[in-house]
């Protein structure tokens, strides 16, 4: 895969680049990430990327010509081309669709992604409007730009591709993967995949530590028990921090069932 960031602060990306599972993956030749600096498309002495908006009103807004210059000198398939290139065009941005697991899974299996890093009061309109072939947030806050965005994407987006991680199952065996993204052959009671839900807790040695236990259950070897144990204990952390997400879940009889049991952990 080959990964784009436009920003106006490239060093930003030192860091979250340089470190566990993104370096493994850019070392192995499995991603390819590229930084390039904005003010490097701006042709005035002060390299100036920003402006007063329009109509008035507070904060600065990125200009359009050093995005749109910076974009096209990446040579990035046309907007109307890139899905059946394989590319995608993100713009980060408050007033985005919000990131989460299916869209991972998504630019996952894309070829090429060009992350653009919005900053100060936003971005000019016609970046999401004619460039961009989509608009990501990360959460339903506002930050003081993308990169944080860019790189929260990156990593997660990273971890997916086939050979990044050690043991590419585990990444099928966490929060909010769903049943269709697995592809375990299980339904969503399987300890293999949350069915969109949160993942089930998890423990290791020792199982006594300062007199905090592990359930027993775990340690039992019956593993149909333990099946049972994990899922309806995903379904009662969900229920409890996440609820908004079993608005979408799909339920089994067995999952209606495990909510009304008794903790025998």
């Known amino acids: 895969m080959k990964i784009d960031i436009v920003t106006i602060f490239p060093d930003f990306f030192r860091g979250p680049l340089d ?3 993104i370096r493994r993956a850019r070392e192995a030749g499995l991603a390819a990430i590229e930084i390039h600096d904005l003010r490097a498309f701006a042709h005035d002495r002060h390299k100036t990327v920003d402006d007063r908006p329009f109509g008035g009103g507070e904060g600065m807004v990125l200009k359009p010509e050093p995005i ?10 046309a907007r109307e081309g890139r899905a059946a290139a394989s590319q995608s065009v993100v713009l980060l ?5 919000r990131f989460d697991q299916s869209v991972a899974n998504e630019l996952a299996g894309l070829e090429r992604i060009v ?3 919005g900053r100060y009061e936003g971005v000019d309109e016609r970046v999401g409007q004619y460039l961009a072939d989509r608009e990501l947030s990360i959460g339903d806050y506002v930050l003081s730009g ?9 990593d997660c987006v990273t ?6 991680v050690g043991n590419q199952a585990s990444t099928q065996q966490e929060s909010f993967t769903t049943f269709s993204e697995a592809q375990t052959g299980s339904g969503p009671s399987s300890t293999c995949t949350s069915g969109g839900l949160l993942d089930y807790p998890h423990y290791t040695r020792p199982a006594d530590f300062r007199g ?7 340690a039992s070897g019956n593993h149909e028990e333990i099946r049972r144990w994990r899922r309806r204990a995903a379904l009662e952390k969900t229920l409890r921090n996440r609820p908004d997400l079993l608005e979408r879940a ?4 067995e999952d209606r069932k495990l909510l009304g049991e008794p903790d025998r952990g």
């Open 93 to 97: 941005s408050a007033q985005g669709k």
């Open 19 to 21: 470190h566990g599972i």
């Open 68 to 77: 749109f210059e910076s974009i096209e000198a990446l040579n990035v398939e």
């Open 159 to 164: 971890r997916l591709i086939p050979g990044a």
């Open 250 to 253: 799909a339920f089994s009889d």
């Open 146 to 154: 993308g990169e944080l965005g860019a790189a929260v994407i990156v």
């Open 115 to 117: 992350l653009i890093c």
């Open 212 to 218: 905090m236990g592990v359930p027993e259950v775990l």
